[in-house]
């Protein structure tokens, strides 16, 4: 295989080359069938891992996990029947390469967020090369029951591209911050998806017909010699191979002067909000010259900023209803009713600090980096640096429920703050019941916490766990003392590891983990 | 016992502040420009730590001369509202303190000093500096001290007292950069 020359962004993975980012794939654990690649040039064959778990499993170690009802992990291998749609010559080797340590992975490819779509048919990627790869599931089909609703690579694009600034010399990352679906209403799928300074709105649609038999052009698109035709006929539609193409119908642009950090639509599903540091703005979808502003809190001297807003989302079903979170540690919700700019709060959620715990990072531990609606809309969740909090929308002087997510870290500020570790942005979703609650950590840790049941689980997104028919155990960070066996030192943990963004299938239990530049979706057991 | 928890203390919060400094310094080579909240949180780390770095020196040499709360490069909340914010062990410092906070408000008036650097050429040639320039405020070691390039034909003048303080710029960062270049 010969290198490719071409930039790793820019290849359009038509050389073949060793180097071409398409056959590196960003998921690790995903390649494009070519089937559904049509524009960007043939890939190698799907293949998904899948992992299995049961509920009862992602309990602690109190309970070991019995036989019938483990957490198992199935490895597909690809058909033969796709090896031959292949253009690439080495199939073994692509393969092979695509399990690679995440230390070769540029850093076009590492995953900067997921999210299903409101069915969860479909779940969506972003990356930090500014595109995005939304996977399908599959249909389940009577003929391979084990294959049921594996996630394969539906349609890749490019979303964003870096740009300049000219006023301020600045240029402008392509990474998409934040995807949001919007609930489908026909055939196509819509979504928007935000870099630091633009939104767009993506229309994904199927094509399997094209029409043929035109009168002024031959089948290749030449224009015809019009001496040459001498009857005409009307153009039909043929069948052909399904083709899934995206189209930006809209770019939301021009709006924010600071980093946009999240989007959120409305249950209206006319408006959507987008969020930066200072300002959060209404748009309307059909409407991309102007936006309102109903949240400004720059103060006239900027000398006196002391917080800002790190993100915001709708009501679920009050549409009138937002909460935004601030890097104090406090939330406020807003009725869009009361006045054209909210910067009034109608609740104000704040849980006065424990002065025990005061240290020089206290700030930045106690900036929220994500705030959830619960699916019911009674709850908001709230991750700051060491903890997840739940939030009762008619409580607003203490949370309903703290977690702690990783406290062993609370005597390693200061290195963490060295090594910017403090900073990483968490983030937490809900599963579609409200009962469990899920977030990550360093390792490739995640945790869930069961509300109802008061018991959490770590579990590690890694290849050693993907393997077939393997059994995802809990992991356990081991904070003093003797460390047993299956443990983990504090001081072993890899920080550049770091679980960031996660994604709840909004009916199942089907989870989407992103580690670094790989993908990992954990499904439930069927027995 | 307390001098030297005093003393980890302060080299602790020198280090803090020079690991900030380069934080600060590096993100505006970063990509997609300096992050508002990245920096507002460095800005408050920086504030904690030049307050407990203070506030361990003048536990170290009550009898000395009072410590001149120098000014951060990212003068963030500046105002009446502010509250110097002390950690819990260090409650006997408190005293300490208030001498330097109710520094704070005139040295807040004085204008645009650099962290660590004289910065004369943004003061007015007029106004004579109140504070005692103590160990504090010379340039650390661990700093490099350098001035801003000057165009050929230009020529350094002392700017008009406040014109630092004003936000000419649409964000707190581009305040910062101002600020921050001439303290190096």
């Known amino acids: 295989m010969t290198k490719c020359s071409k930039d790793a962004l820019r290849c359009d993975n038509s050389c073949g080359g060793d180097n071409c980012v398409k056959q590196r794939t960003k998921c690790a654990l995903l390649i494009k069938s070519a089937a559904s690649t049509a524009g960007i040039g043939a890939v190698p064959a799907s293949r998904t891992v899948s992992c299995w778990m049961r509920p009862e499993v992602w309990t602690g170690p109190a309970s070991p996990p019995s036989p019938s009802s483990s957490l198992i992990c199935r490895y597909q291998d690809p058909e033969p029947a796709d090896l031959s749609m292949e253009e690439e010559s080495d199939t073994r080797k692509i393969n092979n390469s695509f399990l690679r340590d995440h230390n070769y992975a540029t850093e076009a490819d590492i995953i900067s967020t997921v999210e299903f779509n409101s069915s969860g048919e479909l779940l969506a990627t972003g990356d930090k090369g500014g595109r995005v790869v939304v996977f399908q599931r599959e249909q389940e089909s009577k003929s391979q029951p084990q294959r049921r609703g594996e996630y394969n690579v539906y349609s890749t694009f490019q979303s964003h591209e870096p740009e300049f600034d000219y006023l301020k010399s600045l240029e402008i990352e392509e990474k998409i911050n934040k995807i949001k679906w919007l609930p489908q209403q026909n055939a196509a799928y819509f979504l928007l998806s935000t870099n630091d300074k633009t939104v767009k709105l993506w229309k994904i649609s199927e094509r399997d017909k094209r029409p043929e038999g035109y009168n002024l052009k031959d089948e290749d698109g030449r224009i015809k010699d019009p001496s040459t035709i001498t009857s005409l006929r009307v153009p039909v539609l043929q069948p052909m191979d399904l083709m899934v193409e995206a189209t930006a119908r809209r770019v939301f642009s021009n709006a924010h002067t600071y980093h946009i950090n999240s989007i959120s639509v409305n249950s209206d599903l006319q408006t959507f909000?987008?969020?930066?540091?200072?300002?959060?703005?209404?748009?309307?979808?059909?409407?991309t010259d102007r936006s309102f502003n109903i949240v400004d809190i720059k103060p006239a001297n900027m000398e006196e900023l002391t917080e800002v807003i790190t993100s915001a989302e709708f009501h679920p079903q009050q549409c009138h209803t937002f909460a935004y979170s601030s890097s104090k540690g406090s939330i406020r919700l807003c009725d869009m009713r009361q006045a054209a700019l909210c910067d009034k709060h109608c609740k104000y959620f704040e849980e006065p600090e424990d002065p025990s715990t005061r240290s020089f990072f206290s700030e930045i531990i106690s900036s929220i980096s994500d705030v959830k609606f619960s699916h019911n809309g009674r709850y908001l969740m709230t991750r700051d640096y060491l903890t997840v909090k739940v939030w009762d929308l008619q409580m607003e002087n203490k949370p309903l429920e703290t977690y702690q997510v990783h406290d062993y870290l609370r005597g390693k500020l200061c290195s963490l703050y060295e090594n910017d570790c403090i900073f990483d942005k968490f983030e937490c979703v809900w599963n579609g019941s409200d009962s469990v609650i899920m977030t990550g950590s360093y390792n490739n840790f995640f945790r869930m916490f069961d509300r109802n049941t008061k018991r959490d689980v770590t579990l590690e997104a890694s290849r050693e766990n993907s393997k077939p028919r393997a059994i995802l155990k809990p992991r356990k960070v081991c904070v003093g003392g003797k460390r047993r066996k299956d443990e983990i030192s504090v001081d072993s943990l890899d920080f550049s590891k770091k679980i960031l963004h996660t994604t709840w299938h909004p009916h199942e239990n089907i989870i989407a983990v992103a580690a670094t530049n790989n993908l990992y979706i954990f499904q439930d057991k069927v027995n | 016992m307390s001098a030297t928890t005093a003393m980890e203390v302060n080299a602790e919060a020198r280090r803090i502040l020079a690991v900030s400094i380069s934080k600060l310094y590096a993100s505006r080579t970063q990509r997609g420009g300096l992050r508002l909240h990245r920096s507002l949180l460095l800005s408050m780390v920086m504030r904690s730590a030049r307050d407990i770095y203070h506030s361990s020196r003048e536990s170290e040499a009550?009898?000395?001369?009072?410590?001149?709360?120098?000014?951060?490069?990212?003068?963030?909340?500046?105002?009446?509202?502010?509250?110097a914010e002390l950690p819990a062990p260090q409650p006997e410092l408190?005293?300490?303190?208030?001498?330097?906070?109710?520094?704070e408000p005139g040295s807040a008036e004085e204008g645009c000093d650099g962290e660590f650097a004289e910065d004369k050429e943004n003061r007015s040639p007029a106004r004579q500096s109140r504070k005692r320039r103590g160990k504090a405020s010379a340039a650390p070691d661990f700093l490099p001290s350098k001035r801003a390039r000057l165009e050929p034909g230009?020529?350094?003048?002392?700017a008009p007292l406040g014109s630092c303080r004003v936000g000419a710029g649409e964000s707190l960062t581009a305040l910062s950069l101002n600020r921050v270049i001439p303290a190096f």
């Open chain 2, 154 to 158: 230009e020529e350094r003048y002392a």
């Open chain 2, 94 to 103: 408190e005293p300490a303190v208030s001498p330097a906070e109710t520094a």
């Open chain 2, 62 to 83: 009550p009898s000395g001369p009072q410590p001149a709360p120098a000014e951060e490069p990212m003068e963030v909340g500046s105002g009446p509202g502010e509250q």
């Open chain 1, 273 to 287: 909000i987008s969020t930066d540091d200072l300002r959060v703005n209404l748009w309307n979808l059909e409407i």
